[in-house]
């Protein structure tokens, strides 16, 4: 459903734009329409009560469609992060909120148009040798959990020494041997399914829109679908399966599931940042080694990438603005941004309480990109004006199609056609570049420097659109976005 230039402010935001911006407004576009938005956003270990309040206050008003969260289910007790990754339970209960907290969020996100996608873990259960006792205080063992599985429920494949995954080019290693010791399920089996449908079927029945299918590689793809298979139509399933040079386990095998995580858009896009040679086709629609753009979910990085492959996270700053650019002005597959927090040890897990619970914290009034970040502090990307801005422009440019990239010294940029247009410099000194486009002629706001509209000023600089060219001057290391709605 197209919807007007900022949901609420209807017809009037360019209007107001032009008032506030140049004396020398007037014309056309009086409206513009907009796609409904279809971007995601990850906040990476945010409580429940603070991904509420975020959806109302950032996410909502931005533009973001969707949520991504981390695993709500019981885990392990322990400070790092990913003891999020070693459930113990399916009790909605977690170091980042109470069950109750959680349907509380889904509705809030609701209330802001904003879906919310749960981060499933269901290949394995725990990756602990001793027993103990889970977040909510369910015992368990390496391959016992009481009330829910047992023994007989796990692989151990015997492939290997230790029955760990040790070659990535054996697929029955990768299914059926352990991640990392993590106890893995035997997905196969119909009980096993059935226990892991009722944990899929119960966060639906406090009102998500889907889920993230953490470690999928992991599992048969027939034992994913045969899990998800009936869930209710429209049942959001993203999964998550790292493309591996030479590995028998393809992304295009979880294609008839739903979603897939193309890890190869991200690995291509980083490379140009630094080299300056936008040539790869990749970026210029022939797009070798990706899923259909209708099943691909991408991404600049997550929170594996970033401790990990990712050659630009937060901590690049304006080239990790550049690559959101290049991805949110881009018309391939489904964007999502990511939000997470500062950190300097691998393991760190984010801030929390004496209690061990994760800290509530807020982005409503932060801004970036930032160079100061103190450890653990959260990096609020979803508040970034080029990121709100690129929202915006991404709406605006709707399913145009993308025009062929133009490659300038350390400048590249493209069009949507008639719609919008973005350019980026990756080099160390100022650059001019044209861009051809069939936007009218006039002058635009760069709306990396945040949207416009309602009550927002032109904050950056203004570009000139004049015989079908938009000639952008970019200071070095920046990028800039024009579009329809955003003539002055
Ligand atoms: C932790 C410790 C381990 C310990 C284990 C059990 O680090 O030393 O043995 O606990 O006690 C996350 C963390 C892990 C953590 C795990 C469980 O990253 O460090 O282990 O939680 O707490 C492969 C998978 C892919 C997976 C990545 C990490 O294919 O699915 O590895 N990503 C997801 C999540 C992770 C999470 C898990 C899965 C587990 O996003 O955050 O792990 O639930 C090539 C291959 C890839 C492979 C990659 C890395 O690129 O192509 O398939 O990814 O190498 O091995
Ligand atoms: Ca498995």
Not at 95 to 109: I, K, N, P, Y
Not at 114 to 143: C, F, L, R
Not at 216 to 228: F, G, L, N, P, T
Not at 459 to 484: K, M, N, P, Q, Y
């Amino acid at each position: 459903m197209p919807r007007r230039l900022r949901h609420a402010a209807s017809v009037l935001p360019v209007t107001i734009a032009c008032a506030l911006v140049l004396a020398a407004c007037g014309g056309p576009p009086a409206e513009v329409e907009e796609a409904a938005p279809d971007v995601g956003i990850q906040l990476f270990q945010l409580p429940w009560t603070s991904i509420a309040d975020e959806c109302e206050h950032t996410l909502g008003p931005a533009g973001f469609a969707w949520v991504l969260t981390s695993p709500p289910q019981e885990h392990i007790v322990r400070d790092e992060w990913w003891a999020a990754y070693q459930p113990v339970s399916y009790l909605v209960e977690s170091r980042l909120g109470t069950r109750e907290e959680f349907a509380d969020m889904v509705a809030a996100c609701d209330r802001a148009g904003v879906a919310v996608i749960a981060d499933a873990v269901i290949n394995h259960m725990t990756g602990q040798d001793e027993p103990g006792q889970g977040w909510a205080g369910s015992a368990y063992e390496h391959y016992a959990y009481p009330g829910i599985y047992d023994d007989a429920d796990f692989h151990h494949c015997g492939l290997t020494g230790a029955d760990d995954i040790e070659d990535y080019r054996s697929r029955e290693q990768v299914q059926t041997c352990e991640l990392v010791n993590l106890a893995d399920l035997d997905t196969a089996d119909a009980e096993v399914r059935a226990t892991i449908r009722t944990y899929l079927d119960d966060l639906l029945s406090l009102g998500v829109a889907g889920f993230r299918i953490d470690a999928a590689k992991h599992m048969a793809a027939a034992d994913v679908a045969a899990i998800v298979g009936d869930l209710p139509a429209g049942t959001r399933i993203l999964s998550e399966v790292i493309r591996g040079a030479g590995e028998p386990v393809t992304p295009e095998e979880y294609v008839e599931v739903g979603e897939v995580f193309e890890f190869t858009y991200a690995r291509d896009l980083a490379p140009p940042l630094s080299n300056g040679v936008f040539s790869d086709p990749v970026l210029d629609g022939d797009r070798p080694l990706h899923v259909p753009a209708a099943s691909a979910v991408v991404f600049v990085d997550n929170h594996d990438t970033e401790r990990g492959e990712a050659k630009v996270t937060y901590r690049d700053g304006d080239a990790y603005v550049i690559a959101n650019t290049l991805m949110l002005a881009d018309d391939y597959g489904t964007p999502v941004v990511y939000s997470g927090y500062a950190f300097t040890d691998r393991d760190a897990g984010a801030a929390a309480d004496e209690t061990g619970r994760v800290r509530d914290a807020s982005c409503a009034e932060a801004t970036g990109p930032r160079e100061d970040y103190a450890d653990r502090e959260r990096t609020c990307v979803q508040s970034w004006p080029a990121i709100r801005g690129l929202l915006q422009l991404r709406a605006v440019a709707a399913d145009a199609p993308r025009m062929p990239g133009i490659d300038d010294g350390d400048a590249y940029g493209f069009e949507r056609e008639g719609r919008a247009v973005v350019a980026v410099n990756v080099g160390a000194q100022p650059q001019t570049i044209e861009i051809p486009t069939t936007l009218p002629s006039g002058e635009y706001c760069d709306v990396v420097a945040g949207p416009v509209g309602e009550g927002s000023t032109c904050e950056g600089a203004t570009v000139t659109v004049s015989d079908g060219r938009a000639v952008f001057t970019l200071a070095a290391g920046t990028a800039a976005g024009i579009h329809l709605g955003s003539r002055s």
